[in-house]
């Protein structure tokens, strides 16, 4: 995993919910280690990530599956994240559901 990912992101901006629903239950983050494994918590939703490296054609830009729930019920997809500078960008997509774009900022 590119050490430029790894850390702790907070999420400040997603297209389909506001600050307040990405922080209901606690500061929407996203959470990447070097071995690739990771969390996105937002809202009532908490996910295990599984990080890929970029694919040929996607410099820069990292794939990652999910598992996990929303609100207690099963959920997985996929996702996408990139560096723009000091912020990180990508999209989410539920599985038959929600697709949304994300913007976050390295906590540490």
């Given at each position: ?58 410099q ?6 999910f ?42």
């Amino acid at each position: 995993m590119n050490d430029d990912y790894v850390g702790t992101w907070r999420i400040t901006e997603m297209e389909l919910w506001d600050q307040n629903f990405i922080d209901l239950v606690s500061p929407g983050q996203i959470v990447v280690f070097k071995d690739g494994w990771g969390s996105f918590n937002f809202g009532a939703v908490e996910l295990d990530i599984d990080c890929t490296s970029p694919r040929s054609g996607k410099q820069g830009r990292i794939g990652f599956t999910f598992q996990g729930f929303d609100e207690g019920d099963e959920v997985s997809g996929k996702g996408w994240l990139k560096l723009h500078g000091d912020e990180l960008k990508g999209e989410i997509h539920f599985h038959l559901g929600d697709k949304s774009w994300f913007k976050a900022r390295k906590l540490d």
